[in-house]
């Protein structure tokens, strides 16, 4: 049997697995608009100040230091698919608690393989909280976890009516992309085909919530609530003048002017210091 796709607007005719292939490699937003010419505009994405924070070529370990703390949130689901998601967050210890992403991983682990999986992770990053996702697995993970490591500092957090909530669920997340409060690393901004799991971490933030699988999504906001309870982020002092050396480059946040350096600047330092 063969079948076959008649797209719209577009004379050729396309295999499912080509389709298939095709999907798997843009995503589903950019596979809507190029192949089902479905315009996805920039209203319906829940982050759309995500793009402003992305550093183009940089790495994780460029944009923090060791004296920074690191949290994480750690998505959790069965073996079936892989859909268990563990993300590491930078915070940098001054004021502003600007906040670093600086390692992804997604894995369709058994509960063993998560907790040797992230124990690893958590430990290598000298992780001091880790959010987990309150369902049905997490008691085994937990118990698991603290075999693995009794010094990992462990909490639930359960997702339900607060998802949607604008001060606390993911809509505030992009207010904090909007204030510029996160660099996000993007060392294969060249390869946007890239299936690294930290790139497809980035597909999933920009699309949000065109997309097939949303646990990475939700990792960034179990680790963004384990930084919030570090402390006051960059929202206490936005309204004052100051300069911090951040990185390789400097930046600054002046009075009235919320995004007083752009993107083009951030990329014209960073090009430069290669
Ligand atoms: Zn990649």
Known sequence: MSLTFYIPNDSSRHSVEFLRRKRAVLGARAFARGFQQKAISDAELLFPHFESCIVPGAAPEDLVSREWLFVAGLDLSGQGRRGTCLLVLGVSPGAKRIRVPVDVQFGAW???????????????????????????????????????????????????????????????????????????????????????????WIRQMRNYPAVD???????????????????????????????????????????????????????ERTWRLR
């Not at 697995?137 to 990992?152: A, C, F, R, S, V």
Request: aromatic share 10%.
């Open 110 to 200: 058994s509960g063993q393989q998560i907790a040797r999986q992230v124990a690893y992770a958590l430990r290598r990053w000298n992780v001091r909280h880790t959010k987990i996702e309150t369902n049905a697995l997490q008691g085994t993970i937990i118990e698991m976890l603290e075999l693995e490591d009794p010094t990992l500092e462990l909490s639930g957090f359960t997702t339900s009516w607060n998802k949607r909530d604008p001060e606390l669920g993911l809509p505030s997340l992009d207010r904090e992309f909007e204030r510029l409060q996160w660099r996000i690393p993007h060392p294969h901004y060249d390869t946007p085909d890239c299936q690294c799991d930290f790139c497809t």
């Open 213 to 267: 699988n949303s646990d990475g999504v939700m990792a960034c906001w179990f680790a963004r609530e384990a930084a919030v309870e570090l402390g006051p982020g960059l929202e206490d002092i936005v309204d004052t003048e100051e300069e911090e050396e951040f990185g390789q480059w400097r930046w600054s946040v002046r009075r009235g002017e919320r995004n007083s350096w752009s993107l083009g600047t951030v990329r």
